[in-house]
């Protein structure tokens, strides 16, 4: 548990520098993580943001990374559903897209 939040201070203490190196201008991630410009840069300074504000930042600043970790739980959800017989067949869903008269 030590480590990891040793690692957590150490993204804190560079977010800006991760900021200054990414392709993504400031005024872009404060418009996607939803924080007026004011308290971002506060925020920013001080060093003060939340865990949930951090991820968010992440997301932004590593989009391949941020597309991977969905792409594994929305297959670990896949396999999960599966093994609860929680599916369709082919041709239940055919049935299904002819009932709702999408093909």
Do not use: C, W
Request: hydrophobic share 35%; aromatic share 8%.
């Amino acid at each position: 548990m030590i480590q990891e939040v040793i690692a957590y201070k150490n993204i804190i203490d560079n977010i800006e520098d991760l900021m200054d190196k990414s392709p993504y201008k400031k005024n872009y991630i404060i418009e996607k993580v939803g924080i007026p410009s004011p308290t971002f840069y506060r925020k920013l300074k001080s060093r003060t943001f939340t865990a949930d504000e951090v991820l968010s930042i992440a997301k932004i600043l590593s989009p391949e990374e941020n597309f991977r970790l969905q792409l594994k739980a929305e297959i670990e959800n896949a396999k999960r559903e599966y093994d609860e017989g929680n599916f369709m067949t082919h041709e239940q869903m055919l049935i299904e897209l002819k009932r709702k008269n999408i093909i």
